[in-house]
């Protein structure tokens, strides 16, 4: 009887999921949708990126990349290095082209890019106010489609004031920026800063999964979107530790430098 009643709550949690996404309170372990390994990048060669898979963004962007952002993105390994099996994001409190942070952030545009699929990554955040650590897909029509236009995925995004809580969401027409489609899952009794977790999406047709580690915390479909639903075309990873922006506010004296953001593994399914 105790099985049967844990198949039929499982069933039962699967039919609720479809109707109304997950819940805060969901316990639902990830699916097994995409089992095939598209690409991987283990990060088990000391040294730079990996050139035939990645690229770098460079500099301040546009409008500090349109979120008001103060660090300065570039290539040195004081801001960007594979060590002991790790690839290292150091944000730095440094002078630098006119910056007064440094930082990095890599994307796989024109050498990756995928529809639909499970794309994770094993990550131990970095900490403080100001912090602005993401792992997230962008469209890859974004220089034909204005953003919000071509789409974008936050796996995970993350206050660095908040050591317990990461976002998942989406951008689109009519819901993007402030008004996006998203949702925060909080850590019961740790903290993000302490050790590694897995973030993580599975993406098909009509639907969105988020989870970290091995919880289904949200389901995004095109029912829960204000307008239209602009992720049926190949995206591109993108993963960046940015310092302040609107997201999070400046730093302030308690936070401190260097910050680190330390990547075990990314690795997509389909």
């Known amino acids: 009887?105790?099985?049967?009643?844990?198949?039929?709550?499982?069933?039962?949690?699967?039919?609720?999921?479809?109707?109304?996404?997950?819940?805060?309170?969901?316990?639902?372990?990830?699916?097994?949708?995409?089992?095939?390994?598209?690409?991987?990048?283990?990060?088990?060669?000391?040294?730079?990126?990996?050139?035939?898979?990645?690229?770098?963004?460079?500099?301040?962007?546009?409008?500090?990349?349109?979120?008001?952002?103060?660090?300065?993105?570039?290539?040195?390994?004081?801001?960007?290095?594979?060590?002991?099996?790790?690839?290292?994001?150091?944000?730095?409190?440094?002078?630098?082209?006119?910056?007064?942070?440094?930082?990095?952030?890599?994307?796989?545009?024109?050498?990756?890019?995928?529809?639909?699929?499970?794309?994770?990554?094993?990550?131990?955040?970095?900490?403080?106010?100001?912090?602005?650590?993401?792992?997230?897909?962008?469209?890859?029509?974004?220089?034909?489609?204005?953003?919000?236009?071509?789409?974008?995925?936050?796996?995970m995004e993350y206050r660095g004031q908040n050591p317990i809580r990461i976002d998942g969401s989406v951008h689109g027409p009519g819901y993007s920026a402030g008004e996006s489609v998203s949702k925060g899952f909080i850590l019961e009794n740790d903290r993000f800063d302490t050790g590694f977790h897995i973030f993580g999406i599975e993406w098909g047709p009509d639907f969105i999964n988020f989870y970290v580690d091995d919880t289904l915390y949200n389901q995004i479909t095109p029912a829960d979107v204000p307008g239209d639903w602009v992720f049926n075309h190949p995206f591109y990873i993108i993963m960046n530790v940015a310092v302040g922006g609107s997201f999070v506010g400046p730093p302030n004296d308690n936070t401190l430098f260097p910050q680190t953001m330390l990547v075990d593994y990314i690795r997509v399914y389909e």
């Not at 990996?50 to 409008?63: K, Y």
């Not at 007064?100 to 890599?106: H, Q």
């Not at 024109?110 to 639909?116: I, L």
């Open 1 to 155: 009887m105790k099985n049967t009643y844990k198949i039929t709550r499982f069933l039962v949690g699967i039919y609720l999921t479809i109707l109304v996404g997950c819940t805060t309170d969901e316990t639902q372990s990830i699916g097994n949708n995409f089992t095939k390994l598209s690409i991987s990048d283990e990060f088990n060669n000391d040294g730079t990126i990996d050139s035939s898979l990645w690229s770098f963004d460079i500099g301040t962007g546009d409008n500090g990349w349109g979120n008001n952002e103060l660090q300065y993105y570039t290539d040195r390994p004081e801001n960007i290095k594979i060590e002991n099996g790790m690839l290292h994001f150091i944000a730095r409190q440094e002078p630098f082209q006119g910056s007064n942070f440094t930082s990095a952030r890599i994307k796989t545009q024109g050498k990756f890019e995928k529809t639909y699929g499970r794309f994770e990554a094993k990550i131990q955040l970095p900490w403080g106010q100001g912090i602005w650590p993401a792992f997230w897909l962008l469209g890859n029509n974004c220089e034909q489609n204005d953003w919000p236009l071509c789409g974008e995925i936050d796996i």
